[in-house]
């Protein structure tokens, strides 16, 4: 479903996913399109493997429909200008209504490059092949 999606496939060819009960794990490989002015990764490459990462581990505990973000927090802690980065979430609470989970981006030498957190909900949407996702 992940690497399905239209801007996962369009915007960033080289992901990988791996997703289970516990963690959500999701890496891409680094490459000049992707920076800004300063020539590093800009921020919003960080923040779509965190909210992927986060999401994702929020959406396994959730089996009759789609999740919606209902916030986002990130720390930025170090550039990057290339190889192969890794995002990995968990679910840190369960509730009712809302799922909080956390993700970090760490570079190949396990350099931490960002750490954030979601909150997620249900979306009412059950799990359709015709919202954008190949299931």
Known sequence: MYLG???????????RASFDAEEASISLEVDPSQFHAMGAAHGSVYFKLIDDASYFAAQAHVADGYLL???????????????????????????????VAE??????????LAAGRGTFMPSGKPFSADFGYRL
């Open 69 to 99: 973000t209902v916030s986002m927090n990130i720390n930025f802690t170090r550039p990057v200008t290339g190889g192969r980065i890794v995002c990995r979430g968990n679910v840190i609470h369960k509730g009712r209504r809302l799922l």
């Open 5 to 15: 999606c239209p801007i996962n496939h369009s915007m960033y060819p080289s992901t």
């Open 103 to 112: 993700a970090e981006i760490k570079d190949e030498e396990g350099n931490l």
